[in-house]
Nanobody
């Protein structure tokens, strides 16, 4: 079972930046989609950004132009660069791996990390 460990969260002022990292316990080269989700108190978990094996990215409208997702398969790591942070970005951010390709077959596995807290406040 893949383990995902997030880091990089913390307290930042509005307008500031953070870079989140998600390190997987095994290779992510064959993982179909790696993603970041977030959950604020009292709200449902929501998609922030995803990136596929071929580098196709998808962003929530609320973060487009401010956040950038990337993946380094050699390091088994996915990043989320967050710029121009707003108070409404405050949440626990979770890393997710969705689907794997094995010899051309799609394997419907899904794993979550334990999350990292992002607080945006002056």
């Amino acid at each position: 079972q893949m383990q995902l460990v997030e880091s990089g969260g913390g307290l930042v002022q509005p307008g500031g930046s953070l870079r989140l990292s998600c390190v997987a316990s095994e290779s992510i080269a064959n993982i179909d989609t790696m993603g970041w989700y977030r959950q604020a108190p009292g709200k449902q978990r929501e998609l922030v950004a995803t990136i596929t094996t071929n580098g196709r990215t998808n962003y929530a409208d609320s973060v487009k132009g401010r956040f950038t997702i990337s993946r380094d398969n050699a390091k088994n790591t996915v990043y989320l660069q967050m710029n121009s942070l707003k108070p409404e970005d405050a949440a626990v951010y979770y890393c997710n791996s969705d689907g794997a390709w094995l010899k051309g077959d799609y394997i419907p596995v899904n794993y979550w990390g334990q999350g990292t807290q992002v607080t945006v406040s002056s």
